[in-house]
T-cell receptor, first 113, second 115 residues
Framework: GENVEQHPSTLSVQEGDSAVIKCTYS??????FPWYKQELGKRPQLIID?????GEKKDQRIAVTLNKTAKHFSLHITETQPEDSAVYFC????????????FGRGTQLTVWP | DAGVIQSPRHEVTEMGQEVTLRCKPI?????LFWYRQTMMRGLELLIY????????DSGMPEDRFSAKMPNASFSTLKIQPSEPRDSAVYFC?????????????FGEGSWLTVV
């Protein structure tokens, strides 16, 4: 199967600073890499995703980069706000069944006002 | 659409009892997934269906767990007998393979506590 490692497990930043979360994957056949935000007691919610034919994708304050050679991908959040505080999960899948996700262990992001 | 609907939202049961969790996927979605979330193991796939047929059940922990999808709008995950280590949040998710974006939608989850 696939093994997804995520770092750091916790991250504290000051409001307005940037936050970066990194993930590595083991299976070079993986081709879809979503990021989920999960608030306490809620479901995981997709915030951005990237496919293996793209190196970078941006959506307002959020961006994801993918390095297929090194098998790692990263989430970048700029101008962080207290409401960005949550657990963030990276995931990977391969083939045509994108919902068969292998998740990282999560990063607890805390943004201090 | 109301999204992926799960029930019950919360359940507390005694060890040894049967537990049935239910899921209604988004209409038109042809894939359905059952995930479990625990502090120890994180988010892990238990089983998934394509067009109501189980495709991969390698994540089902043991024979005490079973899942069915009798039709395109309903799936169940059953635990019999339940044990305290089954305490977790169980998420159902669905998606439609050929839709633009191929977004996977998660339900609100079923919070199970076995005492």
């Amino acid at each position: 199967g696939e093994n997804v490692e995520q770092h750091p497990s916790t991250l504290s930043v000051q409001e307005g600073d940037s936050a970066v979360i990194k993930c590595t994957y083991s299976d070079s056949a993986s081709n879809y890499f979503p990021w989920y935000k999960q608030e306490l007691g809620k479901r995981p919610q997709l915030i951005i995703d990237i496919r293996s034919n793209v190196g970078e994708k941006k959506d307002q304050r959020i961006a994801v980069t993918l390095n297929k050679t090194a098998k790692h991908f990263s989430l970048h959040i700029t101008e962080t706000q207290p409401e960005d505080s949550a657990v963030y999960f990276c995931a990977a899948s391969k083939g045509s069944t994108l919902g068969r996700l292998y998740f990282g262990r999560g990063t607890q992001l805390t943004v201090w006002p | 659409d109301a999204g992926v609907i799960q029930s019950p939202r919360h359940e507390v049961t005694e060890m040894g009892q049967e537990v049935t969790l239910r899921c209604k996927p988004i209409s038109g979605h042809d894939y359905l997934f059952w995930y479990r979330q625990t502090m120890m193991r994180g988010l892990e796939l238990l089983i998934y269906f394509n067009n109501n047929v189980p495709i991969d059940d390698s994540g089902m922990p043991e024979d005490r767990f079973s899942a069915k999808m009798p039709n395109a709008s309903f799936s169940t995950l059953k635990i019999q007998p339940s044990e305290p280590r089954d305490s977790a949040v169980y998420f159902c998710a669905s998606y439609r393979k050929d839709s633009a974006g191929n977004t996977i939608y998660f339900g609100e989850g079923s919070w199970l506590t076995v005492v």
